[in-house]
């Protein structure tokens, strides 16, 4: 049982394509090519993306993992520090933390 | 992404807890958008109530219109938005413009409106009302290059900067903002202002230069509280926890103590 849950999981591969194909929908594919975009990617600093963008992404997040991942409730739980510092690794593990 | 069509307008809109019993719709200032609430207050709200935040127009994610930047188009669009989602009555928290905008709404449709909270509302009246605005802009671009930027890397702060002076070129000059809020300047003197019966919360930041504004509403409105918190006009930046707490206790703590005879904890 254990097992087949884990074959479901998505790899951190797949959702890292993923959280790319939404960033790009966000910022804008002009931008994303002059960007090397990495799990190790930060969102206010590598990425620039301001936090209206970040809504916009949280958005799509929610919308295409499912309401079991709470992203907005989870990044309520950071300070401005945290936000800032945020990767895009960090969320990769999150999502699959909660798969 | 949630846009939603409005009579006038379309309007980019976010729910948190749509199943909440009653709902606060949040109103941002002058050249904001709704991140200034979805990140920390807002979610503190939710545990308690469904929460609707909404771009306003020319704003964030929102359709960019020339003009209507007035607090009765404002008004209007807002009463349209709460018919559009099936809000018959709502508690409305906003800041700076859109605190005016809260406070415009209790005028002109008292029986939509539950309890207002107004954070750093300037009074139009004062000559330096666009001053501050001015200076609002400044910071909040600074604050953003300050914290966001990182200026080694020139090609991606282009894009913000670009993008943040783009929105106050449109708006200053291309839009009717500014004309729009100084017709507003009679407004803390209207007589439907001092006839506000809600219970009315004012939020200010005690080194922020709209306290001022903050005393004179207090003196007007019948039913209101002054909270003076630490921090200037960019309070809800600096503070949110603060503001989110004085949210809460004025919103959720005082109605429960009233209806359960104890502080129901959600948390």
Sequence with gaps: MDQLIQENKLSKEQIFETLNQFITEVIGEEFVEEMDITPASSFTKDLEMDSIEIVAFSEKVKNHFGPNIDFTGWLSNMDLDEIIQLKLENIINY???CQ | MP????????LHVQELNPAGRETIIMVHGMFSNLAVYYFNIAPMLAKHYRVVLFDMKGHGMSEKVQTGYDLTSMTTDLRDLMDELGIEKAHLAGYSYGGLVALKMATRFPERVGKLAIIEGPDPSEQETLAIIDTYSKEFLIHYIENFADTTRLLAGKRQLEKNHRMYEFLFNETSIRSDMEGEKAFFNDPAVAAITNDTLLIYGEESNCVPSGRTLASRIPNSRLVLAPGDHNVPVQQPEVIGKELIEFFV???????????ADCG
């Design chain 1, 95 to 97: 999502i699959q933390e």
């Design chain 2, 3 to 10: 846009i939603i069509d409005l009579p006038n307008i379309r």
């Design chain 2, 253 to 263: 703590r005082h109605d429960e103590m009233i209806v359960t005879g104890a502080p």
